[in-house]
């Protein structure tokens, strides 16, 4: 049996890694890694397989950047030939991105299954381009993987077949579970005893440079009680120059690089509080028991705030201020770890690719 996974972007990648790991474990499966190169720096994708022990990927499609319709174009038709020559029994998708759908629609087309890890979340808002890449992949996949049974629920909405969706657990809380010992000592050693962690990388908010100048004024204030640690994605690294807020003069704030997976992970668990909009930080948060304020008028994972640590704060800025007071009042410790989020999803995913053959 011959599996072929897509890595495209670096959320991608700790999902990918703990699916292939329960593969391998399994007789008969050969697997392929297709890198789509849609995140192509160090930083931001290959430190994630050194850490995360994933193979070499065996195919590079090197899209890199462009318009959405550029890279998904791009991806799409550099894979097809991969695909008409490789012949899998199974493509693996993962998540949200751009490599995501640009695959599963290439394999719907050539009639090659199609299998969706993070299947059915959805923010029910059309305007974020990883909405519309989770429900068209969603109407593309033959076997959907959900996380929460808020995503079967969505499925079930949307007319997809009840057999085609598998409540199998999150796969990000595998590898989370599996990299916390490491990451214990991943811990930058210079870090002040009590912090907040901010990630910020949406187009809707960093895309909009005086909502990204108010923001850092307000984490400069923040900053005064409660010293800032922001790791900068390129996107925000970029809307920053371009804004002319000047990256190297930011009293309060410490700015730095993508951290890596265990460095990120430690600063994550080490954090009095974490601000951002990112979709499985939300997650890794409620696992880890960390206040989190997400920057977001939606979430496509609302089981992060039913269950979990994750309180939705919007996009006004001015709720800011009330909110981090909330949190800090309110302090971390865990609230309910969410069902089948218990380290062993990709091996439930492993052994229901396999009886599909
Ligand atoms: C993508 C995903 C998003 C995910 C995010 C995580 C889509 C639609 N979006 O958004 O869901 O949360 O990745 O990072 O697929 N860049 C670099 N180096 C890199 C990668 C990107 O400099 O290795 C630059 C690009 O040139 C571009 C910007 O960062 O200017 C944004 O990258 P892109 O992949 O287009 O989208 P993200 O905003 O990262």
Known sequence: MKILHIAGARPNFMKLAPVVRALQAMDGVSQ??????????KQMSDVFFEQLGIPEPDINLAVGPGSH??????????????????KPDWVVVYGDVNSTVATALVC?????RVAHVEAGLRSRDRSMPEEINRLLTDQLADLLFTPSTDGDENLLREGVAREKIHFVGNVMIDTLIRM?????????????????????????????????????????RLGEQLPVVFPLHPRTRKQLALGGVDVANTPNLRLMDPAPYLEFLALQKGATLVITDSGG?????????????????????PITVDFGTNILVGTDLDKLPAAIEVALRQGGGRKRIPPLWD???????????VNHI
């Open 281 to 301: 930080i939300q997650e890794e948060t409620t696992y880890l028991g960390v206040p989190c304020l997400t920057l977001r008028d939606n979430t496509e994972r």
């Open 108 to 112: 719907s087309k050539l009639g090659r």
């Open 32 to 41: 392929l890694i297709v890198h789509t190169g849609q995140h192509y720096d």
């Open 180 to 220: 916390l010992p490491q990451a214990e000592n991943a811990k930058p050693s210079d870090l002040p005893a009590r912090y907040a962690l901010v990630t910020m990388h949406r187009p809707a908010n960093v895309d909009n440079p005086e909502w990204l100048a108010r923001l850092f004024s307000y984490l400069s």
């Open 69 to 86: 319709a550029q890279q998904t174009a791009e991806i799409m038709t550099r894979f097809e030939p991969v695909l008409l020559e490789s």
């Open 343 to 353: 380290g062993h999803a990709s091996e439930r995913i492993a052994r229901i690719l």
